[in-house]
């Protein structure tokens, strides 16, 4: 029996796919539990429309950050944090100052997570970090760290 997941089930797909079942996992698990529709002519129809919409989504997505990525390149990101007299910081910057820091400069609210640092900046001067903007994009960031 052909049916299309609501939810992940594992060992049979994600949300979305049209899968073959048995009849009996079908009927006496997947469909009391709503993991799952029956696939008819009209839910076929809409399962459809539901993947030509979430592939132009993904597109436009992707797009989005390709061009988030190209106006990144030029960024120079202020954080200020206070420092010893060797340019050592008292404490670290962290993804989250960047983040911050990019909110209030550049009006950009990109997740602290999406932000990839090695390991916390703890000296004075210029670093560049990693920014994953999306699936296989990624862009390149200048920060500048000073008191």
């Known amino acids: 029996m052909k049916v ?7 060992g049979q797909g994600k949300r979305g796919d049209l ?3 048995s009849e009996g996992y ?10 799952a529709t029956k696939a008819t ?3 076929l ?18 797009e989005r950050a390709q061009d988030l ?3 990144m390149k030029d960024m120079v990101v202020h954080v200020h944090a206070k420092a010893g007299s060797q340019g050592r910081l008292f404490g670290a910057v962290t993804a989250a100052h ?17 932000l990839v640092l090695e390991e916390p900046i703890k000296h004075c001067g210029r670093h560049e970090i990693k920014v994953k903007l999306g699936s296989e994009i990624s ?3 200048q920060v500048e760290v000073g008191e």
């Open 4 to 10: 299309i997941l609501q939810e992940d089930v594992a």
């Open 19 to 21: 899968v073959e079942v």
């Open 26 to 35: 079908a009927r006496n698990y997947l469909l009391p539990r709503k993991l």
């Open 41 to 43: 002519p009209d839910a």
């Open 45 to 62: 129809n809409a399962y459809k429309q539901q993947e030509r919409a979430r592939q132009d989504g993904a597109v436009r997505a992707k």
């Open 69 to 71: 990525a190209e106006r």
């Open 98 to 114: 960047v983040a911050d820091a990019l909110k209030e400069q550049y009006r950009l609210e990109i997740d602290k997570h999406k």
């Open 139 to 141: 862009a390149r960031l």
